[in-house]
Nanobody, 118 residues
Framework: VQLQASGGGLVQPGGSLRLSCAAS????????MGWYRQAPGKQRELVAD???????NYADSVKGRFTISRDNAKNTVYLQMNSLKPEDTAVYYC?????????????WGQGTQVTVSS
């Protein structure tokens, strides 16, 4: 497994969860790491990502509630999710991107379920 995600689960609205994703040392020179999610019947969407240099992107729907962070030495990315809402319910996928001679190469984790429900 090249990307191992963990931390999903069931939480009540307003609660918090922290997702973690570790990339194996078989993936070299990762540029961007991040999280996507896919709810039933919907397309996969970017939640947040972070470059090696620390630049971040967030979906508008999670700004101010989710925080992405990264430990480059450990090739690990985290997603702190606060003030969770039922609409955050989805399978969350870890993603890593590197470039090989101008060609983007993406890696995906196995997905972890996040359910926000009372």
């Amino acid at each position: 497994v090249q990307l191992q995600a963990s931390g999903g689960g069931l939480v009540q609205p307003g609660g918090s969860l922290r997702l973690s994703c570790a990339a194996s040392n078989t993936i070299f020179r990762i540029n961007t790491m991040g999280w996507y999610r896919q709810a039933p019947g919907k397309q996969r969407e970017l939640v947040a990502d972070m470059s090696t240099g620390g630049n971040t992107n967030y979906a508008d729907s999670v700004k101010g509630r989710f925080t992405i962070s990264r430990d480059n030495a450990k090739n690990t990315v985290y997603l702190q999710m606060n003030s969770l809402k039922p609409e955050d319910t989805a399978v969350y996928y870890c993603n890593a991107l590197r470039w090989n001679r101008g060609t983007p190469i993406q890696y995906w984790g196995q997905g972890t379920q996040v359910t926000v429900s009372s």
